[in-house]
Each structure stands twice: as structure tokens, then as C-alpha cells.
């Protein structure tokens, strides 16, 4: 039944579409300038154009058991309302992107929609929609450590000079000089990332923020849901093997809010932040994990002053460890795998190269 709307990607796009979009300021940006991107309005147009076209044939078209009509018009608006794509810069004569809409320059419609469909990511509920993205990316997408959002990291990243263009993270690109990756400039690039993705299925995704001022997605699914932190998905201790659902990593408001709620201790929300792919790993060890285990064994060293324990100590004592067997369960893990030296091909085995 999706057939038609994957089928626009067979040839040229429609309206004349550049994916990504040209920055219009693109000779203005000097490298240590925050990178920042300006459309023409007609690109502008087309990008806000296609996607809501696409959000309107999926809920016209009953496609997702889901509908627009269940919310309220402030939440409606993060799908349909162009100003959550893109307000006028009076200075640079065109739309920018807001970084309170997320880090990321949303592609076209139908982009979204073919990937989405291409990795079958839409499924029976908003939660496992949800689910099945996170778990798309914990196999994809590589965290770009200590970006500063510069215009220069981003066109050596992305070959874009400017937000980075959601496109060319579906598609992958060589970032110099660290070669080829499915990059995310971390929780706020793939707090826009998912904005993006998931507008056009009809879940309307917000900004917020989590400990340590991380962003982190609020998400309008039956309920509304959170991730602690917009890395959670590919953060090292979520790795588990055998992977889980991705939806595991989703926490309601109200643990949200117990978290990191405005009564909270600004230092002790800090510690919360990915709690939940910790909590996976105290269940089904990470192969993170794994490999610190390995170095312990190697160094000799007990549960006590191992990097294990390093590793999860900010989320879980030492007893609450014990109790949960994760030690055990790493042996168990270190046997599967046949040994330390055979570790990473256990990793693959579960994780395929993308």
C-alpha cells in the first residue's frame, strides 16, 4: 500500500528539489563561525511542502493506525506549522533553521518516507515506530565527539557547510579525517535528526532538556515519552547481545520529571542522564561492557576497582551489580565469544558493518 509514495524517489525529485538544500549563506560562514543555514524561499518552500504533503497522504490515506486528529493543535503544529521548519532571517533575506527545532536541516518528504519504509521502521504502534528508529540508529550512526557545531566541523563532516542535512546521515559521509560513518553531531544533531524522520509518519517530536542542559526528544506517542538524552540510542552501554527493542530505552513524563523536573538537584539529574542504556546493560551486557571486562581480566583487577564497575557506577552500585549478576552474565558473554582476542568478531556477528 506504500508503493506510490516510495515510488517518487525512482527518478528526479519533484518540483526541481536539491536534497540538502543549498545554504544560502554558505560564502559568508568563515570556519569557526556556528554553523548556520539560510534557504531561497522556493527551497525553503519545498522542503516544508513535501513533508507536509507526505504527513497529509499518510493520515488521508490511513497508512498508520495513528491520526493527527488525536492532537492538540500546539502538538499538530510541530508537523503542519512551517514555522516549527524554518523562520525569516530579516538579515540574511531567507529561512533559517531554529537550533530550538533541533540541529539538523530536514530533507525532503519523500526522502523520509522511502528511508523509514526502506528499513521497515513504521510498524503497528507510535512506541515501537519509536523503537525500531533507535535501534536503526544504535547500528548506525557514530557520535562526532567534542564538535562545537562550527561551520568548518560541519562541511568536514557532511560536505555541507552549515546544520547538518539529515540526507547525508541516512546516506553516511567521509568526515575528514575519520573517515566514512552514518555521523550525528551528537544529542542535539539527532534530537532534529528524529524531528525530521518522524513528522512525516505523524509522531510529532519536541526539543527538551535533560541533565547537564543535554537535549533530549519528547515524544507524542499513545502517551507522551523521553529519551534521557537525545545519544541514548547509540550510546556504548545500550551495544547489548543480543540487541533488544529500541523502545526499551523510552521513559514516561513522569519519570522524566522526577528526573530532571525543576525540583530536581542540578547535579544529581546529571546522573540520570542515560540511566536507561545502563539499565539495559545490567540485563543483557553491552559489548562495551564486555570489553572492560576483558581489560580487567587482563590487568587482574576485582569487581571492586575494575573498569566494569567504572563504567556503571554512576547509575548502579557495586551490590546492586552483583545482585543483577552482571559479572555472571559477562562470563557467559566471554564463552559465546570463545575468548577476548575473538571479541569483535562476536560484536559483528550482531552487529553487522553498515
Partial sequence: MWW?????????????????????????LADDDGALTVLWDGDAWNVYATSVATSLVVELGGYVPWSL????????AQILDSRKFFVWDETNKGYALQFSEGFSLPTAGDT??????DQKIVTDSRKNTLGALFSWERSHLTHIYNAKGLAGEMEAAYGYRGVPPAVTVIAGSVH?????????????????????????????????????????????AQSVVYLSHGDDPYDAL?????????????????????????????????N??????????????????????????????????????????????????????????????LVAAKGCNKIWTYFFTFYPPS
Fill in 4 to 28: 506510490w509514495l516510495k515510488s517518487g524517489r525512482q527518478g528526479p525529485k519533484p518540483f526541481g528539489i536539491i536534497d540538502p538544500a543549498p545554504n544560502k549563506i554558505v560564502d559568508t
Fill in 176 to 220: 575528514k579525517p575519520d573517515g566514512f560513518a552514518h555521523w550525528i553531531v551528537g544529542c542535539y544533531g539527532n534530537t532534529g535528526f528524529l524531528r525530521t524522520l518522524l513528522r512525516v509518519v505523524n509522531i510529532p517530536v519536541e526539543r527538551e532538556v535533560s541533565g547537564g542542559g543535554h537535549t533530549t526528544p519528547r515524544f507524542h
Fill in 238 to 270: 545500550f551495544w547489548s547481545m543480543p540487541p533488544g527493542p529500541g523502545a526499551e530505552l523510552l521513559i514516561s513524563a513522569k519519570t522524566f520529571d522526577s528526573w530532571f523536573g525543576p525540583a530536581q538537584d542540578s547535579v544529581v539529574a546529571n
Fill in 69 to 76: 486528529s488525536t492532537y492538540k493543535p500546539d502538538v499538530r
Fill in 272 to 333: 540520570y542522564v542515560g540511566k536507561p542504556a545502563a539499565t539495559v546493560a545490567m540485563h543483557r551486557p553491552s559489548f562495551y561492557l564486555l570489553e572492560k571486562y576483558c581489560d580487567d581480566l587482563t590487568a587482574g583487577s576485582s569487581h571492586a576497582d575494575g573498569k566494569v564497575l567504572a563504567s556503571m557506577v554512576r547509575y548502579y552500585s557495586q551490590a546492586e551489580m552483583e545482585a543483577a549478576g552482571v559479572w555472571d552474565a559477562l562470563d557467559q558473554q
Fill in 112 to 117: 523520509a518516507i522511502g528511508f523509514l519504509l
